[in-house]
């Protein structure tokens, strides 16, 4: 006689105390010093965002947010399924957030979730990050003394073409890792406990060049063909820009701000541009990345150099040009992925700051306004997102966002 399976019990079951309980019981100028953690994470140590080696899921900061950027990133956007009792909306979302984070810690520590048919696949994890965040309207369900004003809609710029398909969600989750079946299987563990709970309106996916593959180490090439994220501020820099310090801090102490945009590339008609064409129209070398007031990708870029003639070297509509940071508060760190989808190319560009309004908003007014680039690109979608800070196997996902 064969031996009798046990039965497996189903995700809501087996939560017990944390979301699925809740969930039916509970219906009735950046600065480069080091951001003081939260007290729920303060504990837990600090992991170099350069360390090739699997993530934990614990810290200050969630992770896919310092780190280099993983080989594939999934942005999953859902629109939570709210009670219609105001008063039952926070038990909510505090529920879909434990269950998150309960999620999360399990798969990138290389174990499946509770209920999990195929635990197995998430044993390679391939330096896997979840991150969760949310919309204003979604964050204001928690009726904490969090600021949300850092977390208004984007205003609209001159040029873009947002499909709805692609808009703001009240949730999103961000799935980086280089092991594509390891992402795979938490993509899908992830959608199938939320069912029931949040419908899907998006999921994007990305790509980027692998470790240790890169010609720069803190660049990419896109689709165009031109190296990406040369500018990016690095380490303590890096920090201080994303998550504020001191009295300067994102709206949620050890939280930060995503803009999340669609950017569809006209490759058949960048094509037609010859290398100077190019080279003008982004202001740097598409061959190394440097730009055409220097010689090497690192070299600053001078948009004060002049020719023998006296013109300006980098054209003043030029990419780098624009994006170039007016002051301190405008600088962001880019975590940008490439995607195709049906015969459609471009970027997914990912940019995190302390706070947009002062950060991605006026660069994305001036690139918007006379950027030479826009003639190959269109913007077709668009978000923000209130990242939530770390956790620790103490606190779960959110936990200051409740905090009386």
Known sequence: ??????????????????????????????????????????????????????????GAYQRGILEEPQTHG??????????????ERRDRLRSLLRMLGEDAARLMSGDGVLADSEPEMASARGRLSITVGLSRDAAAQAKSTADLSMLEPLPEFSGDKLEPRFGQADLLVQ????????????????????????????????????????????AFRNLFGQLDGIANPRTTAREGAVFGHGDEQSWLPGGTVLVLRRIRMDLERW???????????????????????????????????T????????????????AKPVQAAETMWRRGFSYTDGGE???????FQRDARTAFVPVQRRLAASDAMNQWITHTGSGIYGILPGMSQEAQLGAALFAE
């Not at 003081?36 to 699997?54: I, K, N």
């Not at 949040?198 to 593959?213: L, M, N, S």
């Open 345 to 351: 190319s471009g970027l997914l560009f990912a940019c």
């Open 1 to 58: 006689m064969a031996e009798q399976q046990p039965t497996v019990p189903s995700r809501r079951l087996v939560l017990g105390g944390s979301a699925a309980a809740a969930l039916s019981g509970a219906l009735v100028g950046f600065g480069a010093g080091r951001l003081d953690a939260p007290a729920s994470a303060a504990a837990e140590p600090a992991q170099d965002p350069s360390d090739p080696a699997d993530l934990s899921p614990y």
């Open 175 to 218: 799935f980086c890792g280089d092991d594509p079946t390891a992402l795979a299987h938490a993509l899908r563990a992830v959608r199938k406990n939320l069912t029931g709970l949040a419908t899907v309106r998006f999921e994007q996916h990305g790509f980027t060049t692998p470790p240790g593959q890169a010609e720069h180490p803190h």
């Open 74 to 87: 999934i942005f999953l956007g859902l629109d939570i399924q709210w009670p219609k009792a105001k008063d």
């Open 271 to 305: 094509d037609e541009v010859d290398r100077p064409g190019r080279d003008f129209a982004l202001g740097r070398r598409q061959s190394d990345g440097s730009p055409l007031s220097g010689q090497h990708p690192d070299d600053p870029v001078d948009l004060s150099a």
């Open 307 to 322: 020719t023998e003639l006296g013109l300006p070297v980098i054209a003043g509509n030029a990419h780098v040009a624009l």
